[in-house]
């Protein structure tokens, strides 16, 4: 047997030496900028209207009307509270108006005139006159001519003295006013007896009623209380117009057939010009009537 071949010892190939790759530097990834809202000018534009006075107004007047109203839920709807008035006015009336002495002192009858709340303004003023037979108000010439002055209707009242003759009393008054077109008419105060009977009461206040009827041919008006009025005064003097003092009522409760016009339904009233409180009054007509109600 022939022996094999000796094998030639196999060497690897040696593969060519990798070159080594070339070092690269790689540029850092850019994010994309993204849309973003501009919220520093609207920052800043919301704390400007927040800080506003017109914004803050009307958020404290909208909390003020809200919290009114939460205060009025379960009241009379048509008698509620004017804030600058201090007081709570029937709404159901719309002319109002006030009456004055010299308890008021020296009045500052624009400003009077220029206040207003919610269509609520004075268009008339009764002011105190006369008194018995002797006494004049010291303010009355000053409120005459100032009020009408500053186009507010006017009407002049006489305070009665049941004890004294009504006609004197009539005549007094009248020596000391100068009622014209235009003017509401004469008034005759009555609210005590001043310890005379009350026949003689209605019989002076006749006499005085009678003589300023003859002179002026309008008919006077009777101031009183309510409760006066019922005691003493109804079914007496039925043809005269009625001005009512009752206070604090959401409605004046004197009869369907009473023969009111003017109310006065409060006596705290503050007003713009006047420093003292103020008795309030409405007007039982509409404008219409109140113009026929003045002396033409």
């Not at 220029?114 to 010439?141: N, Q, W």
């Not at 305070?159 to 006609?167: A, D, E, M, Q």
């Not at 100068?178 to 209605?202: C, F, H, Q, T």
């Not at 713009?272 to 003045?294: C, M, P, R, W, Y």
Request: hydrophobic residues 35%.
């Amino acid at each position: 047997m022939t022996p094999p071949k000796e094998l030639k010892s196999f060497k690897p190939r040696k593969s060519p030496a990798a070159k080594p790759r070339a070092k690269t530097t790689r540029k850092p990834a850019v994010k994309k900028k993204s849309a973003t809202f501009p919220w520093k000018p609207v920052i800043i534009g919301a704390l400007l209207i927040l800080l506003s006075p017109f914004y803050y107004g009307y958020v404290v007047n909208f909390f003020s009307s809200s919290w009114q109203w939460v205060k009025n839920i379960g009241k009379n709807p048509h008698y509620r509270t004017y804030k600058s008035f201090g007081i709570d006015i029937p709404m159901r009336y719309k002319i109002h108006g006030i009456d004055v002495s010299y308890a008021q002192g020296k009045i500052d009858w624009p400003k009077v005139r220029a206040m207003e709340e919610d269509s609520v303004r004075i268009k008339f003023a009764f002011m105190k006159a006369t008194e018995g037979l002797l006494t004049v108000d010291p303010y009355f010439k000053r409120n005459w001519r100032e009020a009408a002055k500053n186009g507010i209707r006017c009407g002049a009242y006489h305070f009665f003295r049941p004890y004294k003759s009504g006609l004197w009393q009539a005549r007094f008054f009248l020596q000391n006013v100068n009622i014209e077109s235009g003017d509401l008419p004469p008034v005759v105060d009555i609210e005590r007896l001043d310890n005379v009977k009350p026949e003689v009461m209605r019989k002076e206040l006749h006499e005085f009623l009678k003589h300023v009827e003859s002179k002026l041919h309008v008919k006077p008006v009777i101031y009183t209380g309510l409760s006066f009025y019922k005691d003493y005064l109804e079914g007496d003097f039925e043809d005269y117009p009625l001005w009512i003092a009752h206070y604090n009522k959401p409605q004046l409760k004197a009869g369907k057939n009473t023969n009111w016009w003017f109310w006065q339904h409060s006596e705290t009233a503050h007003i713009n010009g006047i420093n003292h409180t103020v008795d309030f009054d409405a007007f039982k007509g509409d404008s219409i009537q109140f113009e026929q109600f003045l002396i033409r």
